[in-house]
């Protein structure tokens, strides 16, 4: 009997069977955050409007019509028949083999008695299993099967009228108690190496009250109540047992306290017929801090709006309080990013400051600008500009992005409002007493998807915005560019620990001393801590940078910007037969330039001779692409050219030219960048370590002390105009230095495998570090940069044995180690170096193991970089596969020693050197080439 029970109750679990005129389109499971004021997922649909096709095919799709030509049913209710019952187990086949077959052939030998006519103790729905079914798959034929037993109620059946096996096991699947899983202690794994520094993060414990929390309960009616709506209202009448704080979904309900009884009986009337209905509460869990994430977040969103914050996006931003400045036109909303979660120490808030740039002018007044500009094709420029930006109503404090724009409309068009036509003018000043001054201005389109209960598809609802009083968001491309715009707005939006720290204590002072604030908290059980969390980190020593023959300390400051430049590199190519192109007018700039590359390219050991030169008269971009083709030859060891102003189109032809279609390595320079004399030698010099790079050299290297380890960072690059295609860069190492790099880039199309791209490159990849050592990496060590939480699990299940898989390809038999880890950037952590009774950035190579990091990951943060202005950002790096045992002391160790070999920058960067050269060729790749580079340059930095 227990078994059989137990297989009924995964079977049901599994297929979310529910009844009457309801199809479950997703059942939460007893894991499930309950969420306050969302709909539970059950959406009503009439037994007209229920699909009444069979589902053909093989498994129980084909056993699904052959019950339904047994029982004389296709998904109404069935005919009656005085067979009916011997029939159910005669027509249907024989099943064999194990699982669902095997259950369903359980059931099938199990003979069917009368259900009570009342009640039905299906409580995943609580209605009637009589009018209606699920739609498709199992959970459509165990209905079928119990539609069948409500129907026998006719039939005359055995004297002792006993309830069936399967009746009682059907019944006793909610009434038996929730099976408790045992809680997973969290994954603790610390380093020890370091100096042991004390550091302020900018997370804030949330404390538990011991005696609430999140209760579930399952809750039953009888009579059975089909609508959703209705048995919330029975709920809400009885606050004074309950309480006010509730959330309930239309089967279970969630209580911030335990009842006294395990089982409670409340009355209700009906408020139609006056019928007593009886609502019986029965006690099933009390839920896990894990399990209940998103609620929590949900409580602060709702205290975000009690504090009069203004959602956009995933932020949230105080309007009463903005920075203004009037001379560029702009303003900023101060504001704050929270996540609540729990972590290794326990449940915390993830608290940051955020903020929010507006523009003081409406998207009208930019249509009027660039009609002034260009009176022909401002329509053309206007959505070119347009389309996608994101824009704030101040009537409402609500933002929209532009999905298209209508020239052909204006606001005295009419629309549809509580049956009544209403022009976009008289809506306006109705609803929000605002006068619409220009009559003739285009109409914004915002598109939006929503659900709609007995849809399938999302309902497109289309709004139509007012250019007048929309204003815009965000920086344009042109303000990005300016120095003096980027200046002003960082003065604000630049903040200090210090100023952080006040920040998040008046957040929390605004919490605890507001009423309504704190009493959504409390009454859940939660106290928001008036402190940051204070805790124990550590701080590698100082790394030191080899050059040829000289080891050079990084200093606190992690760079050596002086030393790159007075020692010699350390592997020099020397540069006989390159091409340099300018134009006309830059002629003494291209003169000045090869003036210094010849003073400055000594001293760091790299010896560059004459140029073959070749003037452009104009600036068109043909000619660039004409003369490449034309003057490249084979012994052309790089091309050098000096344009005289930045264009994407002119850029993206010459690099498209030289990565794919005559391959050789391309420097391109911006005359502006070279036209000051003062800061000309510090250009050139770097312009010439590029050079060098490009064609194969190696500036410096980092004692790692691994013997026959392949290192290698992916990362992927995705058009945000062009969704279809993608770009994935996988970078490994070809020497035990670390200073040869393999690259390799391939696009792909939506429909491609994205791992597909991985695989080739980790195969062309192994087969180049064999041909580079004349043996195979025992172990590989993987950064994998470009991957949020949701797709850890892909990384685990799906990506790595993938890759495993791969090096298979290289060598039957080659099964190397594999340890891959996950980079992430763009995180809200924040550390401060406590100095006293004052904060400072950490130094470079500062690392936090425990407390804040993930209850179920090894995980890390790691401060590479220094930092003088503003805050620093720490890297989060997530352990996802450790198939070598390494200790965290290496891992940790090992990505920070890798953040020096980035030959681009003379110091440290935020990211495993080989996550950021994959970062720079995917972005290359897929911004400006957009098609794949040539297999030879791939032993080369090409793209720096």
Same mark, same amino acid.
């Given at each position: 009997?227990?078994?059989?029970?137990?297989?009924?109750?995964?079977?049901?679990?599994?297929?979310?069977?529910?009844?009457?005129?309801?199809?479950?389109?997703?059942?939460?499971?007893?894991?499930?955050?309950?969420?306050?004021?969302?709909?539970?997922?059950?959406?009503?649909?009439?037994?007209?409007?229920?699909?009444?096709?069979?589902?053909?095919?093989?498994?129980?799709?084909?056993?699904?019509?052959?019950?339904?030509?047994?029982?004389?049913?296709?998904?109404?209710?069935?005919?009656?028949?005085?067979?009916?019952?011997?029939?159910?187990?005669?027509?249907?086949?024989?099943?064999?083999?194990?699982?669902?077959?095997?259950?369903?052939?359980?059931?099938?030998?199990?003979?069917?008695?009368?259900?009570?006519?009342?009640?039905?103790?299906?409580?995943?729905?609580?209605?009637?299993?009589?009018?209606?079914?699920?739609?498709?798959?199992?959970?459509?034929?165990?209905?079928?099967?119990?539609?069948?037993?409500?129907?026998?109620?006719?039939?005359?059946?055995?004297?002792?009228?006993?309830?069936?096996?399967?009746?009682?096991?059907?019944?006793?699947?909610?009434?038996?108690?929730?099976?408790?899983?045992?809680?997973?202690?969290?994954?603790?794994?610390?380093?020890?190496?370091?100096?042991?520094?004390?550091?302020?993060?900018?997370?804030?414990?949330?404390?538990?009250?011991?005696?609430?929390?999140?209760?579930?309960?399952?809750?039953?009616?009888?009579?059975?109540?089909?609508?959703?709506?209705?048995?919330?209202?029975?709920?809400?009448?009885?606050?004074?047992?309950?309480?006010?704080?509730?959330?309930?979904?239309?089967?279970?309900?969630?209580?911030?306290?335990?009842?006294?009884?395990?089982?409670?009986?409340?009355?209700?009337?009906?408020?139609?017929?006056?019928?007593?209905?009886?609502?019986?509460?029965?006690?099933?869990?009390?839920?896990?801090?894990?399990?209940?994430?998103?609620?929590?977040?949900?409580?602060?969103?709702?205290?975000?709006?009690?504090?009069?914050?203004?959602?956009?996006?995933?932020?949230?931003?105080?309007?009463?309080?903005?920075?203004?400045?009037?001379?560029?036109?702009?303003?900023?909303?101060?504001?704050?990013?929270?996540?609540?979660?729990?972590?290794?120490?326990?449940?915390?808030?993830?608290?940051?400051?955020?903020?929010?740039?507006?523009?003081?002018?409406?998207?009208?007044?930019?249509?009027?600008?660039?009609?002034?500009?260009?009176?022909?094709?401002?329509?053309?420029?206007?959505?070119?500009?347009?389309?996608?930006?994101?824009?704030?109503?101040?009537?409402?404090?609500?933002?929209?992005?532009?999905?298209?724009?209508?020239?052909?409309?204006?606001?005295?068009?009419?629309?549809?409002?509580?049956?009544?036509?209403?022009?976009?003018?008289?809506?306006?000043?109705?609803?929000?007493?605002?006068?619409?001054?220009?009559?003739?201005?285009?109409?914004?389109?915002?598109?939006?998807?929503?659900?709609?209960?007995?849809?399938?598809?999302?309902?497109?609802?289309?709004?139509?915005?007012?250019?007048?009083?929309?204003?815009?968001?965000?920086?344009?491309?042109?303000?990005?560019?300016?120095?003096?715009?980027?200046?002003?707005?960082?003065?604000?939006?630049?903040?200090?620990?210090?100023?952080?720290?006040?920040?998040?204590?008046?957040?929390?002072?605004?919490?605890?001393?507001?009423?309504?604030?704190?009493?959504?908290?409390?009454?859940?059980?939660?106290?928001?801590?008036?402190?940051?969390?204070?805790?124990?980190?550590?701080?590698?020593?100082?790394?030191?940078?080899?050059?040829?023959?000289?080891?050079?300390?990084?200093?606190?400051?992690?760079?050596?910007?002086?030393?790159?430049?007075?020692?010699?590199?350390?592997?020099?190519?020397?540069?006989?037969?390159?091409?340099?192109?300018?134009?006309?007018?830059?002629?003494?700039?291209?003169?000045?330039?090869?003036?210094?590359?010849?003073?400055?390219?000594?001293?760091?050991?790299?010896?560059?001779?004459?140029?073959?030169?070749?003037?452009?008269?104009?600036?068109?971009?043909?000619?660039?692409?004409?003369?490449?083709?034309?003057?490249?030859?084979?012994?052309?060891?790089?091309?050098?050219?000096?344009?005289?102003?930045?264009?994407?189109?002119?850029?993206?032809?010459?690099?498209?030219?030289?990565?794919?279609?005559?391959?050789?390595?391309?420097?391109?320079?911006?005359?502006?960048?070279?036209?000051?004399?003062?800061?000309?030698?510090?250009?050139?010099?770097?312009?010439?370590?590029?050079?060098?790079?490009?064609?194969?050299?190696?500036?410096?290297?980092?004692?790692?002390?691994?013997?026959?380890?392949?290192?290698?960072?992916?990362?992927?690059?995705?058009?945000?105009?062009?969704?279809?295609?993608?770009?994935?860069?996988?970078?490994?190492?070809?020497?035990?230095?670390?200073?040869?790099?393999?690259?390799?880039?391939?696009?792909?199309?939506?429909?491609?495998?994205?791992?597909?791209?991985?695989?080739?490159?980790?195969?062309?990849?192994?087969?180049?570090?064999?041909?580079?050592?004349?043996?195979?990496?025992?172990?590989?060590?993987?950064?994998?940069?470009?991957?949020?939480?949701?797709?850890?699990?892909?990384?685990?299940?799906?990506?790595?044995?993938?890759?495993?898989?791969?090096?298979?390809?290289?060598?039957?038999?080659?099964?190397?180690?594999?340890?891959?880890?996950?980079?992430?950037?763009?995180?809200?952590?924040?550390?401060?170096?406590?100095?006293?009774?004052?904060?400072?950035?950490?130094? =470079? %190579?500062? &690392?936090?193991?425990?407390?804040?990091?993930?209850?179920? $990951?090894?995980?890390?943060? !790691?401060?590479? @970089? +220094? *930092?003088?202005?503003?805050?620093?950002?720490?890297?989060?790096?997530?352990?996802?596969?450790?198939?070598?045992?390494?200790?965290?002391?290496?891992?940790?160790?090992?990505?920070?020693?890798?953040?020096?070999?980035?030959?681009?920058? =003379? %110091?440290? &960067?935020?990211?495993?050197?080989?996550?950021?050269?994959? $970062?720079?060729?995917?972005? !290359?790749?897929? @911004? +400006? *080439?957009?098609?794949?580079?040539?297999?030879?340059?791939?032993?080369?930095?090409?793209?720096?």
């Amino acid at each position: 009997m227990s078994s059989r029970l137990n297989l009924v109750r995964a079977f049901l679990s599994q297929s979310g069977s529910s009844g009457d005129a309801a199809e479950r389109t997703k059942a939460p499971s007893s894991g499930d955050a309950p969420s306050e004021g969302v709909d539970s997922g059950f959406q009503t649909r009439t037994p007209e409007t229920t699909p009444t096709t069979q589902r053909k095919g093989i498994g129980r799709g084909q056993l699904t019509s052959d019950a339904g030509r047994a029982t004389g049913t296709s998904g109404a209710d069935s005919s009656e028949s005085d067979d009916k019952q011997s029939s159910i187990g005669s027509a249907l086949p024989s099943l064999s083999g194990r699982g669902r077959a095997q259950f369903i052939q359980a059931l099938i030998r199990q003979p069917f008695e009368p259900a009570p006519s009342v009640v039905s103790d299906d409580s995943s729905s609580m209605v009637s299993a009589r009018v209606s079914q699920i739609a498709c798959g199992r959970g459509r034929f165990i209905q079928q099967l119990l539609n069948t037993a409500a129907d026998a109620e006719s039939i005359e059946t055995q004297s002792n009228g006993k309830h069936d096996e399967l009746s009682e096991a059907v019944s006793q699947v909610t009434l038996a108690e929730t099976v408790e899983t045992e809680e997973k202690a969290p994954v603790i794994r610390t380093g020890t190496s370091g100096t042991p520094v004390q550091l302020m993060t900018n997370y804030i414990r949330l404390a538990c009250d011991p005696d609430r929390g999140i209760y579930e309960y399952e809750v039953r009616f009888h009579p059975l109540v089909d609508s959703k709506a209705i048995r919330a209202r029975y709920i809400a009448q009885h606050k004074d047992v309950l309480g006010n704080a509730k959330t309930f979904d239309g089967v279970k309900l969630f209580l911030p306290k335990k009842l006294p009884e395990a089982e409670l009986i409340l009355q209700s009337k009906n408020p139609v017929d006056g019928h007593d209905v009886t609502i019986k509460i029965i006690y099933k869990r009390k839920q896990r801090m894990s399990e209940n994430i998103q609620f929590y977040n949900i409580l602060f969103q709702r205290i975000m709006k009690v504090l009069k914050m203004v959602e956009m996006g995933r932020k949230n931003f105080d309007p009463s309080a903005p920075k203004l400045i009037p001379q560029h036109r702009l303003e900023i909303w101060p504001g704050y990013v929270s996540a609540v979660d729990e972590y290794e120490g326990g449940l915390m808030l993830n608290l940051d400051v955020s903020h929010r740039v507006l523009l003081q002018t409406t998207v009208l007044d930019h249509i009027r600008t660039l009609a002034r500009a260009n009176p022909q094709d401002y329509k053309n420029m206007a959505t070119k500009s347009l389309l996608g930006a994101v824009i704030l109503t101040r009537y409402n404090n609500k933002t929209y992005r532009i999905d298209d724009i209508l020239f052909d409309q204006n606001p005295t068009m009419t629309f549809e409002a509580n049956g009544k036509p209403i022009s976009y003018v008289q809506y306006y000043k109705q609803q929000y007493n605002i006068d619409i001054h220009d009559l003739k201005q285009p109409l914004l389109i915002n598109r939006k998807e929503r659900r709609v209960a007995g849809q399938d598809k999302p309902l497109e609802m289309i709004m139509c915005l007012i250019p007048e009083i929309c204003y815009l968001t965000g920086l344009t491309d042109e303000m990005r560019s300016d120095f003096k715009v980027m200046r002003d707005i960082a003065a604000f939006t630049r903040v200090s620990p210090n100023q952080r720290l006040n920040s998040m204590r008046q957040f929390c002072q605004n919490v605890n001393e507001n009423k309504e604030a704190r009493e959504i908290l409390e009454v859940w059980g939660l106290t928001l801590d008036m402190n940051a969390l204070v805790m124990k980190g550590r701080c590698f020593k100082e790394e030191q940078v080899n050059f040829s023959g000289v080891n050079v300390p990084v200093g606190k400051g992690g760079d050596f910007n002086r030393a790159v430049t007075s020692n010699n590199v350390l592997q020099a190519v020397n540069i006989r037969n390159w091409l340099l192109v300018h134009t006309a007018k830059d002629t003494r700039i291209a003169k000045s330039f090869m003036d210094c590359v010849e003073r400055s390219c000594r001293p760091m050991g790299i010896q560059i001779g004459p140029p073959a030169i070749e003037v452009l008269q104009t600036d068109k971009t043909e000619l660039y692409v004409q003369l490449l083709r034309t003057k490249i030859r084979q012994e052309t060891q790089i091309v050098v050219i000096i344009c005289p102003t930045s264009r994407d189109d002119r850029y993206a032809a010459i690099k498209r030219i030289c990565c794919s279609e005559i391959p050789v390595p391309s420097q391109v320079i911006n005359a502006r960048t070279l036209s000051n004399e003062a800061k000309n030698r510090a250009i050139v010099q770097k312009i010439i370590l590029q050079m060098n790079c490009k064609l194969g050299g190696t500036l410096w290297s980092i004692r790692i002390p691994f013997d026959n380890v392949m290192i290698a960072g992916i990362d992927t690059y995705h058009d945000p105009k062009q969704k279809s295609n993608s770009v994935s860069a996988f970078v490994a190492s070809l020497n035990g230095d670390y200073t040869r790099w393999y690259s390799r880039a391939c696009i792909q199309s939506k429909k491609e495998e994205f791992i597909n791209g991985l695989c080739a490159s980790m195969e062309k990849s192994l087969k180049a570090y064999q041909k580079a050592n004349c043996q195979l990496p025992k172990k590989i060590i993987i950064f994998r940069d470009g991957v949020g939480d949701g797709q850890l699990r892909m990384c685990s299940e799906y990506e790595i044995p993938q890759l495993l898989e791969s090096c298979k390809l290289v060598e039957p038999d080659y099964i190397p180690e594999i340890t891959f880890i996950v980079v992430q950037k763009r995180i809200n952590t924040r550390m401060f170096r406590i100095d006293g009774n004052n904060l400072e950035n950490p130094n =470079p %190579g500062t &690392v936090l193991d425990h407390t804040i990091t993930r209850r179920n $990951h090894f995980d890390y943060f !790691l401060v590479p @970089q +220094s *930092v003088r202005q503003g805050s620093v950002s720490p890297t989060h790096y997530i352990v996802v596969h450790n198939q070598s045992n390494h200790s965290p002391d290496i891992l940790q160790r090992l990505s920070y020693k890798l953040c020096y070999l980035y030959y681009n920058w =003379p %110091g440290s &960067v935020r990211v495993p050197a080989c996550c950021q050269y994959a $970062h720079k060729m995917a972005y !290359l790749i897929g @911004q +400006s *080439v957009k098609r794949n580079p040539d297999e030879t340059l791939n032993d080369k930095l090409f793209y720096l």
